[in-house]
């Protein structure tokens, strides 16, 4: 089982960044945290690294439901969506939450996690499709 989506995109960064974004949002996940790969390892270990982007989507209800369900879900969360310069254009990717959470047994947080899965699908299947 593969913990992730993909679609590689013929875009700039921030053409990618500003599509994703508005993707998530037309499934209802808002953008809570972000994390400048390339700038963080720069600043903190002068190493040199490709551009890379870490969002952390949200989408209040679903995310409601998990922590309603299960207390320590917050450890999962937000969704994890990179950005990533690759080979052919920029990878969007994203967390696949059944995958992430299947260590966790518990039949209601499942179903949360198959919903989120299918937005998360959804959204890059959108992107994909342009």
């Known amino acids: 089982m593969s913990y992730y989506f ?3 995109l013929p875009l700039s960064m921030d053409e990618a960044d500003q599509k994703t974004r508005e993707a998530l949002k037309a499934e209802g996940f808002g953008v809570l945290t972000e994390i400048d790969i390339k ?3 720069k600043t903190k270990l002068d190493a040199d690294f490709r551009p890379y982007r870490i969002l ?4 209040p209800p679903l995310a409601h439901k ?3 369900s299960e207390g320590h879900i917050g450890l999962m969360l937000p969704c994890n969506v990179i950005i990533q310069e690759a080979e052919g254009g920029v990878e969007v990717a994203a967390v696949d939450p059944v995958a992430s959470m299947a260590a966790v047994k518990n039949d209601t947080l499942g179903g949360v996690a198959t919903e989120v899965r299918a ?6 299947e959108a992107l994909a499709a342009g």
């Open 66 to 68: 998990a922590l309603q």
């Open 56 to 59: 952390g989507a949200c989408n």
């Open 39 to 41: 700038a963080t390892l």
């Open 119 to 124: 937005r998360l699908q959804r959204v890059i």
């Open 6 to 8: 993909a679609t590689t």
